[in-house]
Structure formats: structure tokens, C-alpha cells
RNA sequence: GGGCAAUUAGCUCAGUGGCUAGAGCGCUUCGUUCACAUCGAAGAGGCCGCAGGUUCAAAUCCUGCAUUGCCCACCA
């Protein structure tokens, strides 16, 4: 036998993934009297390749997926790859921009065709690139969240929450973004800090001298504010208030109330806000109390509107908002300018600034779907690590809002809702349906929108399974064992799937919640494009190989804590590898030279000595500590004793100990002792190696002269009663 | 405004009541015909953020403070 003296993963990689793949092993045979191990993948995005966030998920996920199939559990992953709405809109649209096109130029069919058909491309690469990461998933299972069978079911559920009045369309204040045009839940808009200035505005009392004086950071919105608001404690406008007060709006003929609010913050600017329902969350919600009129000023362009006035309709909104300072202080109403500082609310997708706007929409109901996560959680079906999320969990989920699921871009899926033409009836039908129930026309016309993509990913933990068919695999692999993903989505996903899960199929989609943290450069700093310290999981892995990026990635980073990646923590883990390489190369080696006679005795016939006892002890203990940190979800403490152990206990002392007797051995019972615990003590550190480095533990497993299995993978783990001399 | 986390060697982190506080990387010295120089042996390097408290005993538990990072919120 040659082995060569350095690992080369690039040479042995691929063979390795080829043989667990055509062998079958990552698919689980279901057997109804054992409980299965299931993880739903957490489906990438299919408009990039993968980054190295997606490369964390996919090592942790794959290391509790070897665990347990080494343990002999029928384990499932499975893999899938997300639409990922707005994101590959905006996303596609670049690469039209390039082109110099818009999306409006190929129409929306062309557009979703062609979208679709990058998607698939993407597809592809995701696939390959899982390969390459060693992932152990069932490829017969993959699915897309816009397979056919999956829009279906999605739109079963829409049907369901309608029917239960958990759905419904209203004319709500939404954030919408204008580069978009569409229609963003709360989740995606993200606040960025900034130097603004605080505009006082004089409004005269009718009747009287008197004015009142607002503050707002927008002026130009006034031209649609239909009151004034004062906190009713608020000494000073008491008066005011009593003698009902009406106020002349300002460049503009109408006069608006001031009326009282407690939700008006009396230290704030002069106490006195200007009410603009069409434009403000707070003040839709102030004008919902006192029956305001809502007057949108701005478009869904983010330009003023006709309603803004002759002297307004069409400006930008920050160039209203110099004009109307500018008019105000011709008329000697501009009270003054301070600097200010806030935060405005920017698309997550394309840093453009959110515009407010009142808008008509489809929201679901989250109240009731909340409460049952909450006690979900409560009740400890469900179980987070680490723990201190569940705080974080019920805090979002006790002041949840309404969730607004419809969005106006193109690429997802569509609403399957009907509006008859003739009386507005809504039907509920993934196909044009045959006749309006109340009037009986046959005049329908489709829903525009898309459902927020993660309104159908919030499904996916069952939507995989086939729901609400009771497939055979539904009835078995649901609810699933372990939901492992980034902290960063658990209000976005997490929070979802329990909700969906739990209204849709009676119970929990999962048991254990398992968060990673944010991959950041050795400086802390977060990986970003711009600031060229990016780690592309696929570089690494054609230069040291898929093992070392994987121990890279768990070591050192606990659950739910920041992940630090550099190249000089790759290169660490490469040096273990070939560690692991090199001593298998010696044992391999050494036994061949000696005839290897022993692998046919027993063991009963060997004299060990102190040393050999104390090793194989030892290695007990470690496999103790090793399940016991699984069963804690602290992979980083698992990976860390193993390293230790096999570098520090096996290499340093048994091997060089061993190496020692061998060549000073009298006794062929002595030199016959020390192969063994050479060798047994090898196969069974790469059983307990394999989750964390599965290639390099499989590619030397492949080399053994006598195994139980015909491959590692699909190996047992060991017990503690192996390890007795 | 509310909340969460972190603070231990130059760097990245272990260590949740009990020997002299540990590891990897880096650094210093020595060592290769012996599996691996992608190696081995030895070594230097710590007021465990600060101040109190509980305890026979505190890096570890409690209180306060400081610094850093993050999350949430209708900051007009």
C-alpha cells in the first residue's frame, strides 16, 4: 500500500462524496420502532451561490446528521432552496440594469420565465457547492418553493386562514418602498441613522392671534395633515383644547381640529404633532381614534401627489419639503430650524428609504397563532439554544402586529385570489373559478400580488413532507427533531414555522431550536463585499479542503455566539487534518509491515500494559463528554476534546508509546498488544472523528485491512464496553 | 426608552463554587535517516474590566459601575 504523505483533499473529496451518494446512505429507510432524527435544511437563497453563512448551517447541520446516523437512528436532511421574493427580484432587475432593461420591458410573464430560468442556474451551483461541503442530505427529497405541489399547498393554507377569518384585506398604513414598488412587512425594513433638522411650523388659531407651534422632521407632509394633536395633560394647551380650537393649515385653504391624544409626548418639541394620517404610523393610528380624514400626499413614486397642491404635485419629497420651508417663510410661519438626529426606515433589499403610506392589503391575523407559539414554547415543546432566546422569542411574539403577506412585485407566488368583476365578490381558488357564488357572473380577475416569500418558507418544515396530503413521510419525519439556522432570521423564520406549523398541523414543526451566530473577519468585523474580507467557503475548500473549513467553522464559536473566521484558523484545522492523515499513514503502515497476525486473534490473547488500559479508558471518557456535549448542542466543545484528544492523547502519547514497544518488543504478545491499541484505538477515534471531519475519516476508513462496515458513514458509534481491555 | 450579550495570555477562545486559571495561533530555545517541519520537546507570557457583597473557599454566585457589540420600540 502507498499512501501519500500530506492530505490532499482535492484528490479525494469527490471520490468519497460519489460513494456515500451512489451507496444510498443519506437516505433513510423509515422503520415505524425507531424515532427518526429529522433537520429541514434551511433553504438558500437561489440567487447567489452560497456564502459563508450558509456554509455554517450546512457544517452543524451535517455534523448532528452524521452523530445520528452513526448512533443508528434513521436520520433525515432535507435539502431545498428558497425563491427568495424581493431579494431575487431585486437581484434579476441588476442584471437587466446591465443590459440596460427594466423589468417593465420584458412584462411580467417574460420576466418570471426568465427569472425562474436564473433561479434553476443557481440551483445547480447551490447543489454542487453542498457537494463540495460533505453534505449528508437527502437529494431524492429536495425540494423548491415554487415546485408546483408546494404553491399548491401554500395556497391551501392561505385558503384555511381566510376561511377562519385569520386573513383579511384592509386599507392599512404600510411601509412601502418606491425603488420596489411594493409593500414590505415591518421585519423588512431596517433604521439607519440620520442628521436631519427639526422643523417648527406656526399654525394660526382661527379666529384669535394665536398659533400653535409643531415640530416635524417632515415638512412637506403637512400638506396632508388633517389636525393637530396635544397630550390632554399638556398645561398649556388646556385652553385650547376646552374651546375646541380650530386651526388654519398653512399653503393650504383647509382648516383641521386640535384635538387631544395621550400618545402625544409632552417633553417632545413644542407637545403639539401634526397629524398626518396617510404618512405616519402614529398618526394613522391617532386618526383611526378621532375619525380624521386621510389625505395621501405622496405617491407610490415618493412624489407628492395632486392632493399636495398645484405648487406641490409633482416634486420629489425632499424638494417639497425646501419649497414648503421656503413658501412658510415667506408668510412668516417658519418658527425655526434645530439639528437633529434620528433614524429612517430604509428597504432592507435596496437601502431605499421607506415611504409610509395608507394602502390596501392582505395582512394575516397573528394574534391567536402567536398565543399558541408562545405556549408552544411555555410548555417546552418546544426548546431554544441557547436558551436566552426564548426571552427574545416571547418579547416579539407578545407585541406582535398583523402581518402584511402581499407584495406588489412579480416574482413568487401569486395570490390565488378571484375579485368577480361585477359585485367584488373574493374567491379563494388556485384556478379562475367557474362562477361568483353570490352573483353568478363568470367575470374574474386575479390578485397582482405575490405572497411575502416567507409566508411559503414559513411553511416549509411541512410543505417538504407534502401537506396537508398525510403522506408517508409527513406521518413520520413530522414534526421534525431540530430547526438550526441563524439568530438573525428568528423573528423573520423561526417565529413563523411555529405559527404556521402549529395552525396548520396541530402540532410544533420542530423540537429544538438551534441558533449560530453572524460570521465575522478576525477583526469582528462583518463580512461585506465592500470591505473585501469576505470568506468564500468554496476558495477555502479548494485549498484546504471541505474537513478543515468545517472545524474552522465550529471551533471556538459557541451556540448563538458570533462565528470568527480567518485564514489563519483554516489553515490551523488543515495541519489536524493532515495530522489525522499522517498517524493513520503511520498506523496503516506499520501494521502492514508487521503482518498484521493480530487482527485475527483476540484480544483476550494480548498483554496490555498500564499505558494501553489507561488510553482506552480514557477514550471512554472522551465519548462520554463527546454525547454529552451533543446532547447539549455544544458542537464547539465536542469538536475542541476530540482535537485534543486525537492530537495530544492518541498522536503524542499512545502513538509514540506504541511505536516504542513495537520496536523493542520481545514478546510477540507484547508488540501484538500495542498493534492493537494502535489500531483499535484508531478506528474508533474516527468513528467519533467522522461528524466533524467526515472526508479525511472516511478516505482512511476506506483504507482499513478489516472493517465491520463498508463504509464509515454508515458505521456504529462506539459504546463503552468496546473500550474494555 | 426597553432588553440581551461580552469583558480571562499579544490574538481567538475554553473554563459556572474547590489542586499551582487552560488550549490553539503567535513568540523564544532546542530537536529531523524514525507517520507528520502542515512535526516534536521545553519555555516566556494573566491584579480573570472596576468596586463592593455572599462563602471556609469566587474568573465562576449577588449588587452596582464602566467599556464594547447587538436586538426591540409609533425618536413627531
Known amino acids: 500500500m502507498k499512501i501519500d504523505k500530506n492530505y490532499k483533499p482535492n484528490k479525494i473529496e469527490q471520490k468519497i462524496y460519489k460513494l456515500w451518494e451512489d ?29 459563508v453563512g450558509n456554509a455554517v448551517a450546512i457544517a452543524i447541520e451535517d455534523i448532528m446528521i452524521r452523530y445520528h446516523r452513526l448512533k443508528g437512528e434513521p436520520v433525515l436532511w432535507v435539502p431545498g432552496t428558497d425563491h427568495a421574493g424581493i431579494m431575487t427580484q431585486v437581484v434579476y432587475e441588476r ?8 423589468r417593465f420591458d420584458l412584462g411580467r410573464n417574460e420576466f418570471y420565465k426568465q427569472t425562474y430560468a436564473f433561479t434553476m442556474k443557481n440551483r445547480q451551483v447551490i447543489r454542487d457547492q453542498l457537494k463540495k461541503l460533505g453534505a449528508s442530505c437527502d437529494w431524492t427529497r429536495e425540494k423548491f418553493t415554487l415546485d408546483p405541489d408546494i404553491k399548491e399547498s401554500v395556497y391551501e393554507t392561505f385558503k384555511r386562514l381566510y376561511g377562519d377569518g385569520l386573513v383579511y384585506q ?16 415591518d421585519l423588512e425594513v431596517v433604521y439607519k441613522e440620520e442628521q436631519t433638522k427639526l422643523t417648527y411650523i406656526k399654525y394660526p388659531v382661527v379666529g384669535s392671534g394665536d398659533f400653535i407651534t409643531v415640530a416635524t422632521t417632515r415638512p412637506e407632509t403637512m400638506l396632508g395633515d388633517t389636525a393637530v394633536a396635544v397630550n390632554p395633560k399638556d398645561k398649556r394647551y388646556k385652553k385650547f383644547l376646552k374651546n375646541k380650537t380650530l386651526l388654519k393649515l398653512p399653503l393650504t385653504d383647509r382648516i383641521i381640529p386640535l384635538i387631544a391624544a395621550k400618545e402625544v409626548d409632552v417633553d417632545f418639541g413644542t407637545g403639539a404633532v401634526k397629524v398626518t394620517p396617510a404618512h405616519d404610523p402614529l398618526d394613522f393610528k391617532i386618526g383611526r381614534e378621532h375619525n380624521l380624514k386621510i389625505i395621501q ?14 405648487n406641490y404635485q409633482g416634486l420629489a419629497t425632499k424638494e417639497c419639503a425646501k419649497k414648503v420651508i421656503l413658501d412658510l417663510k415667506k408668510l412668516g410661519l417658519l418658527a425655526g430650524q434645530t439639528d437633529y438626529a434620528h433614524s429612517v426606515g430604509v428597504c432592507e433589499r435596496c437601502r431605499t428609504t421607506i415611504e409610509p403610506l395608507v394602502s390596501k392589503q392582505w395582512f394575516i391575523r397573528t394574534k391567536p397563532l402567536a398565543e399558541a407559539a408562545i405556549s408552544a414554547v411555555k410548555s417546552g415543546k418546544i426548546k431554544f439554544y441557547p436558551k436566552r432566546f426564548e426571552k427574545i422569542f416571547y418579547h416579539w411574539m407578545e407585541n406582535i402586529k398583523d402581518w402584511c403577506i402581499s407584495r406588489q412585485i412579480w416574482w413568487g407566488q401569486r395570490m390565488p385570489v378571484w375579485r368577480c368583476k361585477k359585485c367584488s365578490n373574493i374567491a379563494i381558488s388556485k384556478e379562475r373559478p367557474k362562477k361568483c357564488k353570490k352573483c353568478g357572473s363568470k367575470d374574474f380577475v386575479q390578485e397582482s400580488d405575490t405572497f411575502d416569500t416567507w409566508f411559503s ?17 409527513f406521518r413520520y419525519f413530522y414534526p421534525t427533531t431540530v430547526m438550526e439556522t441563524g439568530w438573525d432570521i428568528l423573528f423573520f423564520w423561526v ?41 468564500n467557503p468554496l476558495e477555502v475548500v479548494d485549498l484546504y479542503g471541505s474537513d478543515a473549513l468545517r472545524m474552522a467553522l465550529v471551533f471556538g464559536s ?79 466543545k465536542a469538536a475542541e476534546k476530540i482535537y485534543k484528544f486525537f492530537w495530544h492523547n492518541y498522536c503524542d502519547r499512545t502513538i509514540e508509546d506504541t511505536k516504542r514497544r513495537i520496536k523493542e ?3 510477540p504478545e507484547d508488540k501484538e498488544a500495542a498493534e492493537y491499541v494502535l489500531y483499535y484505538g484508531l478506528v474508533n477515534m474516527l468513528k467519533i472523528l467522522h461528524p466533524f471531519v467526515p472526508y479525511v475519516s472516511e478516505s482512511i476508513y476506506q483504507m482499513l485491512p478489516k472493517r465491520d462496515k463498508k463504509a464509515l458513514i454508515i458505521e456504529n458509534w462506539p459504546r463503552e464496553k468496546d473500550f474494555k481491555l
Not at 442584471?95 to 427594466?102: D, I, N
Not at 384592509?170 to 412587512?185: D, H, V
Not at 405559527?499 to 402540532?507: A, E, N, R, V
Not at 483554516?570 to 509491515?593: C, D, E, S, Y
Request: with cysteine.
Open 23 to 51: 451507496e444510498g446512505y443519506f437516505k433513510p429507510q423509515i422503520n415505524r420502532s425507531k424515532n427518526p432524527f429529522v433537520i429541514i435544511m434551511p433553504p438558500p437563497n437561489a440567487n447567489n451561490a452560497l456564502h
Open 558 to 636: 459557541g451556540p448563538g455566539n458570533d462565528i470568527i473566521i480567518s485564514e489563519e484558523k483554516i489553515v490551523g484545522q488543515a495541519h489536524f487534518i493532515n495530522k489525522i492523515w499522517n498517524a493513520a499513514r503511520f498506523v496503516l503502515l506499520t501494521i502492514q509491515q508487521e503482518g498484521a497476525d493480530f487482527l485475527k486473534k483476540k484480544k483476550e490473547s494480548f498483554s496490555f500494559s498500564k499505558n494501553d488500559k489507561l488510553f482506552f479508558d480514557n477514550l471512554a471518557r472522551l465519548l462520554k463528554e463527546v454525547d454529552s456535549c451533543f446532547n447539549e448542542f455544544n458542537f464547539h
Open 665 to 667: 518488543a520481545k514478546r
Open 495 to 535: 417565529a413563523r414555522m411555529i405559527m404556521l406549523g402549529i395552525y396548520c398541523t396541530g402540532k410544533p414543526p420542530f423540537k429544538y431550536v438551534y441558533l449560530h451566530g453572524l460570521v465575522r473577519d478576525k477583526d469582528r468585523q462583518k463580512m461585506s463585499k465592500s470591505k473585501g474580507n469576505v470568506v
Open 457 to 473: 418558507s414559513g411553511q416549509w418544515p411541512f410543505l417538504v413532507f407534502g401537506w396537508p396530503r398525510q403522506t408517508r413521510d
Open 95 to 102: 442584471e437587466l440594469a446591465k443590459k440596460g432593461k427594466s
Open 170 to 185: 384592509g386599507e392599512r398604513i404600510i411601509n412601502w418602498c418606491p425603488r420596489c414598488q411594493t409593500a414590505l412587512s
Open 297 to 310: 400626499v405622496i405617491g407610490k413614486d415618493a412624489k407628492m401627489t395632486a392632493k399636495a397642491g398645484k
